[in-house]
């Protein structure tokens, strides 16, 4: 931790809305990987929801709610953002990467991988339509991520600029 200026250790849950739980249940525990560790009831009558946690390994949770009143959980579904840059990444080995791979082609979910040079990633989507994003490293990332932390306030200043050239010159696209 950083005495001079704390900032928080470490992302608790990042939350989404689940139509179905069961089928979300499925998705990230029984392809993913990831175990359910709690589930909250609260609420009561139409406000009444259920907030499962599924956890990292770092301790950290992906968590989904189900909403007990179905127009109100078809609402907050519709406002969920489609674009592909809206997505979770979770970091992970390639024998993780691999493993979900075979265990989502077994499942009958497409998955596709890209490789950007500094990681490769496998791109899932879950039964709501979110995209889950596995990550592993390239052996050079640690050098390559060090170059990008020269400067990073002035690459900003550049591209807001409008000076869009590109700076991962490790992409294989």
């Known amino acids: 931790m950083n005495s001079t200026n ?6 608790h849950h990042h939350a989404f809305v689940s139509s ?3 089928a979300t249940r499925q998705f990230y525990e029984d392809v993913i990987g990831l175990p359910l560790s709690v589930t909250w009831c609260e609420g009561e009558g139409d406000q009444a929801y259920c907030h ?3 956890d990292l390994e770092d301790g950290s949770s992906l968590a989904f709610f189900q909403l007990a009143d179905p127009a109100a959980a078809q609402t907050h579904l519709q406002a969920k953002p489609t674009s592909a840059f809206y997505h979770v990444a979770l970091n992970a080995t390639q024998d993780v990467m691999d493993r979900v791979a075979q265990k989502a082609k077994d499942a009958g979910h497409e998955a596709m991988v890209l490789d950007h040079g500094y990681c490769s990633s496998l791109y899932l989507t879950d039964p709501d339509g979110l995209i889950v994003e596995l990550t592993v490293d390239n052996p050079k990332a640690a050098s390559l991520i060090a170059e990008r932390q020269k400067n990073p306030h002035q ?10 050239t ?3 010159l490790v992409r294989h696209d």
């Open 52 to 54: 499962a946690f599924f």
């Open 20 to 22: 179905d739980l069961e």
């Open 155 to 164: 690459e900003l200043s550049n591209w807001l600029a409008g000076d869009h």
């Open 166 to 168: 590109a700076n991962n």
């Open 6 to 11: 704390p900032r928080p250790s470490r992302l």
